[in-house]
């Protein structure tokens, strides 16, 4: 019997699944915004693909929090080691 | 919850005092407020190396009723761990303000640079204790 696979959204994933599902976006966002940007924060909505930039990241997610109010977010740095703090 | 005044100015409070405990870590008092409003004081590690705001357990995120806004890389040690951001109510000795907490995989709690910005923090070694005040402005 086939079996249909259905694409989770982003509520139902895990902390690694959302890496997973925002990681292509962030390369891209990279790609394109790295240059100007560079070590600015990200965060990205994997079910609209929206992203918001800026240099803090608690401005950041409330922004982002506003436009999706149901929304997780994965936050990357935009450089080539897109770690975002340091513990 | 303490309101701050119309015009912005920040109201006088003396200084937060902390404690250095028997294996030399230095701790202050942090207030988080729960969802439902309810205050919980905890004892939280500072970690100057630590360049966010605070980091608190995961487990007590969730149940004070934060929502788990999603996730982000960060290096701990030499290890890259992802964990889980929230935008909680939190106080240091003075106003509330909102800030971005992490979810901690263990049950400590730290406080980080990003959460002392513009304070004085002064911890005397001598005698175990531990200042922490608005920054003093030098002519």
Redesign the interface.
């Known amino acids: 019997m086939a079996t249909k696979k259905v694409k989770k959204l982003s509520g139902d994933l895990t902390k690694e699944e959302l890496d997973t599902a925002c990681f292509p976006v962030f390369e891209k966002l990279l790609h394109e915004l790295g240059p100007r940007y560079r070590d600015w924060i990200v965060m990205i909505e994997p079910d609209s693909k929206d992203y918001f930039l800026g240099q803090d990241d608690h401005e950041v997610l409330a922004r982002a929090r506003k436009k999706h109010p149901k929304g997780r977010f994965f936050a990357y740095r935009l450089n080539e080691n897109p770690i975002v703090d340091t513990i | 919850m303490m309101i701050a005044p119309k015009n912005n100015v920040r109201p006088k409070i003396g200084p937060l005092a902390g404690r250095i405990d028997e294996l030399g870590r230095v701790l202050l008092p942090v207030t988080i407020v729960a969802s439902d409003g309810f205050e919980l004081e905890l004892e939280a590690l500072v ?1 100057l ?5 605070l ?1 608190i357990p995961e487990q007590l995120a969730a149940s004070i009723g934060w929502r ?9 040690g030499t290890d ?1 761990k ?4 929230y ?1 909680g109510l939190v106080s240091l000795g003075m106003q509330h303000q ?3 907490v ?1 979810g901690g995989t263990d049950d400590r709690c ?1 406080i ?1 640079q990003r959460l002392l910005k513009g304070r004085e923090l002064t911890v005397n070694f001598t005698s175990g204790r531990l200042f922490l005040s608005e920054e003093k402005l030098h002519p």
């Open positions: 970690n190396q630590f360049t966010g705001s980091v788990c806004l999603g996730a982000r890389r960060v290096m701990m890259i992802v964990v889980s951001h935008l909102d800030v971005c992490l730290v980080g």
